[in-house]
Antibody, heavy 120, light 106 residues
Framework: QVQLQESGPGLVKPSETLSLTCTVS????????WIWIRQPPGRGLEWLGY???????NYNPSLKSRVTFSVDTSRNQFSLSLPSVTAADTAVYYC??????????????WGQGTLVTVSS | DIQMTQSPSSLSASVGDRVTVTCRAS??????LNWYQQRPGMAPILLIY???SLQSGVPSRFSGSGSGTDFTLTISSLQPEDFATYYC?????????FGQGTKLEI
């Protein structure tokens, strides 16, 4: 059974870089695409982008080119880096597997999520 | 970006009720539509993919239908564990987008 676990600092200062890692267990990372999603407190879900095991990426333009994803197949991990954070980046960050069948795709399973607060 | 609009935003119902949540896309998305359930403090879980396919392990009281721009999620007989927030999500084109959520309350 595939499981995902986010890790990283829960508190980041404004203008600094938010860095998170997602560790995948139960399935090789080199079979699927992997995504990041965030959810500000009390609000809805925002897809941040995806990365493949080869490093192919697709980012949400709403992040204005701030975000960078990377993948480490040897550790079965992928990571997110978001520099120059502001209070608007405060959210629960989720990682998830993106499954493709033909042209259809969906997100399953998800990690438990990690709250990142941007504050001095 | 494709905008996804859910209705209603919140819904009060009772155990045993039949409930329908609607999701409308701002442009046709064929059947590229997924539904998720999120309980308070928990990560979302996949219920329905490709508009009408039930994810493995999800109870059969959940069903999805629709294509093009209009979609529905139906719960045939509400159970206590179904009181949660439900999100639709389009996978037709990036950036993938979600509806604003429908909170199902007792």
């Amino acid at each position: 059974q595939v499981q995902l676990q986010e890790s990283g600092p829960g508190l980041v200062k404004p203008s600094e870089t938010l860095s998170l890692t997602c560790t995948v267990s139960g399935d090789p990372i080199n079979r699927y695409y992997w995504i990041w999603i965030r959810q500000p407190p009390g609000r809805g879900l925002e897809w941040l982008g995806y990365i493949s095991y080869t490093g192919t990426t697709n980012y949400n333009p709403s992040l204005k080119s701030r975000v960078t994803f990377s993948v480490d197949t040897s550790r079965n991990q992928f990571s997110l880096s978001l520099p120059s954070v502001t209070a608007a980046d405060t959210a629960v960050y989720y990682c998830a597997r993106m499954k493709w069948v033909g042209e259809e795709s969906w997100f399953d399973p998800w990690g438990q999520g990690t709250l990142v607060t941007v504050s001095s | 970006d494709i905008q996804m609009t859910q209705s209603p935003s919140s819904l009060s119902a009772s155990v045993g009720d039949r409930v329908t949540v609607t999701c409308r896309a701002s442009q046709p998305i064929s059947s590229f539509l997924n539904w998720y359930q999120q309980r308070p403090g928990m990560a979302p879980i996949l219920l329905i993919y490709a508009a009408s396919s039930l994810q493995s392990g999800v109870p059969s009281r959940f069903s999805g239908s629709g294509s093009g721009t209009d979609f529905t999620l139906t719960i045939s007989s509400l159970q206590p564990e179904d009181f949660a927030t439900y999100y639709c999500q389009q996978s037709y084109s990036t950036p993938y987008t979600f509806g604003q959520g429908t909170k199902l309350e007792i």
